[in-house]
């Protein structure tokens, strides 16, 4: 089951590492973590674009739990406030990993408009 999860982990960074409106951060048995960063954000001309994500990410996580569709935790490294998956259910797929990314992709471009 450990190795499942990892692997399942493991193929989870990949599609985050695909995706352009996803930034991954750290892998590590189990453990994800990652955050969206709209396509413009560098158009935007905005003057602490570190705290725009921050606070963008901190309202997705909130909406995702409050949706049910997801559950992340977060966790905060080097000033960064990242989306964290942890995949432990022994009943987790890889059909429900690959719906993750359009899951969050979905809800963080809702909270950036």
Do not use: W
């Amino acid at each position: 089951m450990i190795r499942d999860d990892i692997r399942l982990s493991e193929a989870f960074h990949a599609l985050v590492m695909d995706h352009d409106e996803l930034e991954a951060g750290q892998q590590g048995l189990s453990i994800n973590t990652f955050r969206y960063v709209p396509k413009d954000l560098a158009a935007r001309g905005l003057a602490d674009p570190g705290e725009y994500l921050n606070r963008l990410n901190t309202e997705i996580l909130t909406r995702l739990q409050l949706g049910g569709e997801a559950f992340f935790s977060n966790a905060v490294i080097n000033g960064k406030y990242l989306l964290r998956a942890c995949i432990v259910n022994f009943r987790t797929s890889l059909e429900d990993i690959e719906a993750m990314p359009g899951i969050v992709v979905r809800v963080g471009r809702e909270v950036d408009r």
